[in-house]
């Protein structure tokens, strides 16, 4: 007989896309571990609370990435960004829920989610962004060094994948990540 492949999701717990991910995980018996470094905000059955030197390690790649993305007031987040580093590093793929703006003439991820999907994109990593506003699937194409529109479902192929987004998910985020797992699972 045999064995069924383990999959993990890799996430943050945070409302919005990252509980999605992991109420989603739960119906298709998929592992999750919810990254957090000391806040009380997070409620996460599958909480993994980071270490001192986990964090630091977090911290110094949340500053080598915002020397692309050139952010201010970075101190200020620490405590999250540096989990998204832990996301990024443990998973083999990325697919966030979040919108783009242009930067450049560029697509470029909105908000804090843009911290990890940078973070996937300097580790070479594959990752899938669904734009909640144009309710779009893009995928980041290394070669050309820009997000690219899909007229695919992305399937989720690694058994260590993280799954991250926006606080501010919309139904169509809700949607893109029923049907993500529904492409991958069934």
Not at 13 to 35: L, M, N, P, Q, T
Request: charged share 25%; with cysteine; aromatic share 16%.
């Amino acid at each position: 007989m045999e064995v069924a492949k383990r999959f993990i999701c890799h996430s943050g717990g945070a409302e919005g896309a990252d509980s999605y991910f992991e109420f989603f995980s739960k119906e298709y018996c998929v592992d999750v571990v919810a990254y957090s470094y000391k806040t009380t905000f997070h409620q996460s059955e599958n909480k993994y609370e980071l270490s001192e030197s986990e964090f630091r390690e977090g911290v110094v790649n949340v500053y080598k990435t915002n020397e692309v993305l050139k952010r201010s007031r970075v101190h200020s987040y620490l405590k999250f960004l540096a989990r998204n580093w832990h996301q990024v590093k443990n998973a083999d793929e990325v697919f966030a829920v979040s919108t783009f703006r242009k930067s450049n003439n560029n697509l470029q991820v909105q908000g804090g989610t843009a911290w990890a999907v940078q973070m996937a994109i300097d580790l070479q990593k594959s990752v899938w962004v669904f734009d909640q506003n144009q309710t779009k699937w893009y995928y980041y194409n290394h070669y050309h060094r820009e997000f690219r529109e899909t007229d695919t479902l992305p399937k989720i192929n690694s058994s260590n994948f993280a799954g991250i987004g926006t606080r501010n998910i919309n139904l169509f985020g809700i949607e893109a990540i029923e049907q993500l797992f529904e492409n991958s699972f069934n």
